[in-house]
T-cell receptor, first 116, second 116 residues
Framework: GAGVSQSPSNKVTEKGKDVELRCDPI?????LYWYRQSLGQGLEFLIY????????KSGLPSDRFSAERTGGSVSTLTIQRTQQEDSAVYLC??????????????FGNGTRLTVT | AQKVTQAQTEISVVEKEDVTLDCVYE???????LFWYKQPPSGELVFLIR??????QNEISGRYSWNFQKSTSSFNFTITASQVVDSAVYFC?????????????FGKGTKLSVKP
């Protein structure tokens, strides 16, 4: 079946502009995650959605970052007034159930964001 | 606080050599899960294994094997008779039942290069 789909695959934007990154999780997966991977770094957690519960936003680095998940499926990560330090690969993942069995995360190919 | 340490930033081996990737974790929970993911040059993270904290049995899957030792808080990954296709960045991750941050904390990864 289809995996996690992210769009666009690459995005170049000017400093100060807003960007929207999209994630289509695997159908039926209740949990959706956003991570950020900077060059040479590990994966940095950003935000986590589980069903209809309030999202865990504890990883968002600033109030310029926000995300929503509509209808329990597609998610959009929005970065306002982008800065050069926002340049990274933004990875989306979904899992069938997050707890208690901690089913594995299935990742998309990511969106490579470059802020010039 | 939870933490995952992959002390080896980069490893280079010649094809057919065995190689072990180290992972040390920190957690206060008695119930947790450990994971390994592979990120090939294409960028997509691929799930390799999940192990829960109550199961210390080592696991073997083809050329891959994992050694989980609670006494040393380690979950090491060995590739036997490495192949060029094994070249990738490998991430170890920890998930605490009841934890936040999307349930998954990643190490910074180990880049493995297998040369012919």
């Amino acid at each position: 079946g289809a995996g996690v789909s992210q769009s666009p695959s690459n995005k170049v934007t000017e400093k100060g502009k807003d960007v929207e990154l999209r994630c289509d999780p695997i159908s039926g997966h209740t949990a959706l995650y956003w991570y950020r991977q900077s060059l040479g770094q590990g994966l940095e957690f950003l935000i986590y959605f589980q069903g209809n519960s309030a999202p865990d936003k504890s990883g968002l680095p600033s109030d310029r970052f926000s995300a929503e998940r509509t209808g329990g499926s597609v998610s959009t990560l929005t970065i306002q007034r982008t800065q050069q330090e926002d340049s990274a690969v933004y990875l989306c993942a979904s899992s069938l159930i997050p707890m208690p069995n901690n089913s594995p995360l299935h990742f998309g190919n990511g969106t490579r964001l470059t802020v010039t | 606080a939870q933490k995952v340490t992959q002390a080896q930033t980069e490893i280079s081996v010649v094809e057919k050599e065995d190689v072990t990737l180290d992972c040390v974790y920190e957690t206060r929970d008695t119930t947790y899960y450990l994971f390994w993911y592979k990120q090939p040059p294409s960028g997509e993270l691929v799930f390799l294994i999940r192990r829960n904290s109550f199961d210390e049995q080592n696991e073997i899957s083809g050329r891959y094997s994992w050694n989980f030792q609670k006494s040393t808080s380690s979950f090491n990954f060995t590739i036997t008779a490495s192949q060029v296709v094994d070249s990738a960045v490998y991430f170890c991750a920890l998930s605490e039942v009841g934890g936040s941050q999307g349930n998954l904390i990643f190490g910074k990864g180990t880049k493995l290069s297998v040369k012919p």
